[in-house]
């Protein structure tokens, strides 16, 4: 159930002061930070986004998922008014998002996909620039340049170029420069690609940090343990649709697969692999390059059942391992290809 | 907010080495080579008189005419010859050898002169006898069907020289061809500051560049930010142009004339060109940078080759033959009026070019406008 009201608590309001649209969660009314219907794109032929519709709300870690060329930037530089589309409507803090709607951006922060930085300005001088762009007064921003620097650790090297920096570090500059202002809304596009792990986990340690003090964050990737760690709601699109959205396990509940079964270093005739897809509970079996995966469905525990026809069978088995599904297996079940297409 | 983004371009243009060095020390160095094979070009075309001998023998002792005629040619500041007086031919024959002269006069029915080789003073010397030759007949045939004009000043009337056309100044100023090839550098100089230009468009249009995006996505108006860069961007060219000037005026004694506040408005003039020129290019060409670096240097550099930077008489043939050409060069249009100033005592001239630049400013000025305004993006 979606309902309008106007809200009189201050701390809930964005700074243009202005009516906003509330969601319930459970039984929580959260003021919608971003609200997109039915959003169409085209370029010529191709449908970029396709009806799309989200609503965002208030303090959630909101990750929007989906394979390479999905539409995930598109829905955001649309959404940012950066791109033109050519049906829908787009509110952000309950007010229609334009390009000159100063009181909104003044309130987001983005973080490209790509580094966004200047190479002829050093790391300070990069945030102090942009957070320059929201925050006139200079106390004010030296103080938020250095919360800004602390944040993302990279005190140690405040005056060096971005060529100097390792990917990891640039990253870090990059997320740096796009929340020195504080912003109430942080929009991150896939901010930890061909980024090493132990980057990635600075990162995502952040943005669950930032998001702590308040901040809604939209995140984007097409890595679905990123979002499966992070995101408090996901939505899974594909060409530009909509194919599914809630909680992790919401997501999860949605499809028939309760339980991997993978077996290595297999050898099995094709009678009795057969006889084990007639097992109770086994969804599917498959044989491929000397793995066996088993795929059972919700509520049924087939890993006993699997190794007690392994033994009566006698047939030997090297390395055995049960995964619960993912949001691959999600995207998988729904659109029958996987996500990383 | 417009000063804030205005250093912080400021420090981003200047410290951006390459671009630094294209638009300032590569007009510097290009300047030196310049002068350095350029400065004897003026000297070479004044006149040296020429090193000529005449062999004294009875011929030329009787032959009182060209003895008087020898003389006065080889006195003066203006003199045609250095005149020697060989005492026979054969030690005529050994300066001949020696190169000590161009070639010699021998006297007789028929004056005869040697050479070693041909060239310039040889063709002079022949230019001379045959003259000569002409006036002297001339003055024979005339004395002998009438011995009174003589009297009437015939030989004066012979010897004076008269030109039908009228040489008219442009101005006070000495012509120097060679100055064209150091305007022309300071106008290839204006023009690479388009490179500056481009950079400030490429930086503020979101379908171009992440930051251009971010900057997009803050709470300021793209055009201020716009503004505020290309300012930035201009300074640095202005006194870029500046550095050049000076040093081609004190370090290579490169003349401007007299009118130096004119020639500060035309490189200011210079610099604007430069910046809107890269900016609409930036703007109007959609593909990747190397692109528009690749349009902005051919433009250039062709303009320059053009307004005659690497050939002289090419500013002269455009203008001779294809008069529209002339006024579609930016290149051609600041070298021109820097020429106009130093040369002319009009104006008029230095005017039109710089009218023209101002047409080319609100033009590039206009078309950039129009596309950087556009608040949303078809594509990024």
């Known amino acids: 159930m979606t309902i309008v009201m106007i809200v009189n608590d201050q701390r809930h309001l964005p700074r243009c002061g202005c009516s906003i649209t509330l969601s319930t969660v459970g039984e929580e009314l959260l003021p919608l930070i971003i609200h997109v219907k039915n959003l169409v794109k085209r370029y010529g032929e191709l449908v970029a986004l396709d009806h799309l519709s989200l609503d965002i709300k208030e303090g959630e870690i ?47 922060g983005i973080v490209m996909q790509n580094v966004a930085v200047f190479d002829e300005l050093t790391v300070y001088e990069n945030i102090d620039y942009f957070c320059g762009l929201y925050v006139r007064n ?106 599914a959205s809630g909680t992790n396990e919401e997501l999860k509940a949605m499809i028939t697969l309760g339980e991997k079964i993978t077996i290595e270093a297999f050898s099995i005739d094709a009678e009795q692999l057969r006889q084990m897809r007639e097992l109770p509970g086994i969804v599917s079996v498959e044989h491929i390059d000397k793995r066996l995966i088993i795929k059972s469905g919700k509520g049924t525990n087939n890993l006993e059942t699997v190794l007690d026809f392994l033994k009566t069978h006698q047939i030997g088995f090297g390395r055995i391992y049960s995964e619960l599904p993912t949001l691959n297996d999600v995207f998988l079940e729904i659109t029958g290809k996987q996500l990383r297409d | 907010m417009f000063t804030h983004i205005f250093i912080y371009r400021f420090k981003c243009l200047i410290r951006d080495r390459q671009l630094v060095f294209w638009t300032l020390l590569f007009p510097i160095l290009l300047g030196t080579f310049f002068y350095m094979a350029f400065s004897n070009l003026n000297n070479e075309e004044t006149f040296k008189p020429i090193d000529a001998a005449v062999v004294n023998d009875s011929a030329y002792q009787q032959d009182s005419q060209l003895r008087m005629v020898m003389q006065s040619v080889s006195k003066g500041k203006d003199r045609l010859f250095n005149l020697k007086t060989a005492s026979n031919q054969a030690e005529a024959d050994n300066w001949l050898k020696q190169d000590k002269i161009d070639g010699y006069y021998t006297s007789g029915e028929e004056i005869k002169l040697t050479v070693k080789e041909t060239g310039i003073s040889q063709s002079i010397m ?108 201009l300074i640095i060219l202005f006194v870029e142009i500046m550095i050049l000037l000076a040093y081609l005026q004190f370090g290579l004694n490169i003349s401007f004339g007299q009118r130096t506040g004119y020639v500060l408005l035309t490189a200011l003039i210079g610099s604007v060109l430069g910046i809107s020129f890269g900016a609409f290019i930036g703007a109007v060409i959609k593909a990747g940078e190397g692109l528009k670096i690749a349009c902005l240097i051919v433009v250039t550099n062709l303009g320059s080759f053009l307004a005659g930077m690497m050939y002289m008489n090419m500013k002269y043939l455009i203008a001779t033959y294809v008069p529209p050409l002339a006024w579609l060069n930016p290149v051609n249009l600041l070298t021109d009026a820097f020429y106009a100033l130093y040369y002319y005592d009009s104006l008029h001239r230095y005017a039109l070019n710089m009218g023209m630049m101002v047409l080319f400013i609100i033009f590039f000025c206009a078309g950039t406008y129009l596309i950087v305004r556009r608040r949303k993006y078809a594509s990024i």
């Open chain 1, 62 to 108: 909101f990750g929007l998922l989906g394979p390479n060329g999905s539409g995930k930037s598109t829905a955001i530089n649309c959404i940012l008014s950066l791109l033109s589309y050519d049906k829908g409507e787009v509110e952000i803090f309950g007010r229609k998002m334009a390009p000159d709607a100063y009181d909104i951006k003044r309130d987001i």
């Open chain 2, 126 to 233: 022949k230019s001379f006898v045959d003259q000569y030759r002409t006036s002297s007949s001339a003055v024979t045939n005339i004395a002998k069907k009438n011995p009174k004009a003589l009297q009437n000043g015939l030989l004066k009337d012979v010897g004076e020289q008269r030109s039908y056309t009228k040489e008219v100044s442009g101005g006070s100023a000495e012509p120097n061809n060679v100055l064209n090839y150091f305007y022309s550098l300071i106008a290839m100089a204006c023009l690479y500051g388009s490179f500056w230009g481009m950079k400030e468009v490429t930086d503020i249009q979101a379908d171009i560049t992440d930051r251009a995006a971010r900057v997009n996505m803050a709470p300021v108006h793209k055009l201020e930010a716009f503004l505020a860069g290309s300012c930035a961007a």
């Open chain 1, 138 to 243: 200079k106390a004010e921003r030296k103080r938020l340049v250095e919360e800004a620097i602390a944040f993302v650790e990279l005190d140690d090297f405040r005056k060096f170029y971005p060529k100097k920096l390792s990917g990891g570090l640039l990253r870090r500059l990059n997320i740096a420069c796009g929340i020195a202002h504080k912003p109430k809304l942080i929009i991150l596009d896939e901010p930890t690609v061909a980024v090493d792990p132990q980057s990635r986990n600075k990162i995502l340690e952040g943005i669950e940090r930032l998001n702590a003090q308040g901040a809604t964050i939209v995140y984007t990737s097409h890595y679905m343990e990123e979002v499966e760690q992070l995101c408090s709601r996901i939505v899974i699109i594909d060409k530009g649709r909509v194919i």
